[in-house]
């Protein structure tokens, strides 16, 4: 599945750095500098040196974690966030990042989810929240999955989204609602016709979830069309191969 939104990058780095206070400690402003000119070493070891003498600096905090993630030091980027959070729970950024990071580790996915529904009541209207949690519930194959995608179809910009009702054909298909699931392709193919991707998807549909053998064989090969040589479809267009040779 098509990912809408990745980490935090170094302009939310400069974000979360800031507001320590109109005198911020100068070793967090060092790795904030740091963070900024892709330093993202340099910046864990400013920001490690500055924790350690302002331990309770919540915002200092998030910025530890979110370079310490892009450094791979992904134990270290859950305590900082973690700590963040019980500093004070009704911060949306530090449950947020607490939640998006959870959430980025196949054995924290569900912990995370529930942290990023809590940053999605502190702030109702955060668009990157609800495009998270929806991602997160279709990787875990969440039965609220639907819900959380309908909710984010109705923000400004998603309400003909190819990519949603992709992900809404698959959350309805995992759950054996084969005709929501009819409906949601169907509208991922019109709002993206082009999209390999989303053909395939909805010819699988047809193929192992309908009587429909004719339409999947055509989408199939209007898939074959689309993909054309292109290396990120190579192997799902042999695979489609072998399965209209054995039909």
């Keep these: 599945m098509t990912k809408r939104f990745s980490a935090l990058g170094i302009g939310a780095l400069l974000l979360i750095g800031a507001g320590c206070g109109n005198n911020p400690d100068k070793a967090y402003e060092a790795a904030r500098n740091a963070a900024a000119k892709g330093d993202c070493r340099e910046a864990f070891r400013l920001a490690e040196k500055a924790e350690k003498t302002d331990p309770k600096n919540r915002k200092g ?52 989810l529930k942290i990023l529904q809590r940053a999605h009541e502190l702030n109702p209207g955060d668009v990157r929240t609800m495009v998270l949690i929806a991602d997160t519930a279709l990787a875990m194959n969440h039965p609220r999955t639907p819900r959380f995608l309908l909710e984010l179809q109705k923000c400004k910009g998603y309400e003909k989204s190819a990519e949603l009702y992709n992900d809404l054909g698959i959350a309805y298909m995992r759950l054996g609602q084969y005709a929501e699931a009819r409906s949601a392709f169907t509208s991922a193919q019109e709002f993206g016709a082009g999209n390999p991707r989303i053909t395939l998807n ?16 055509t989408l199939y090969r209007k898939f074959l069309r689309q993909a054309g040589n292109r290396r990120e479809f190579r192997a799902e267009a042999d695979a489609v191969r072998r399965r209209l040779q054995e039909r």
């Design 61 to 112: 905090l998030l910025l530890l974690a979110v370079v310490a993630e892009k450094c791979g030091e992904h134990d270290r980027a859950l305590d900082a966030a973690r700590r963040a959070v019980q500093l004070d729970e009704r911060d949306f950024t530090a449950q947020y990042t607490l939640g998006r990071i959870c959430a980025a580790r196949t054995d924290r996915r569900a912990e995370g």
């Design 202 to 217: 909805i010819a699988r549909f047809f193929d192992y979830h309908t009587t429909h053998a004719y339409f999947a064989e």
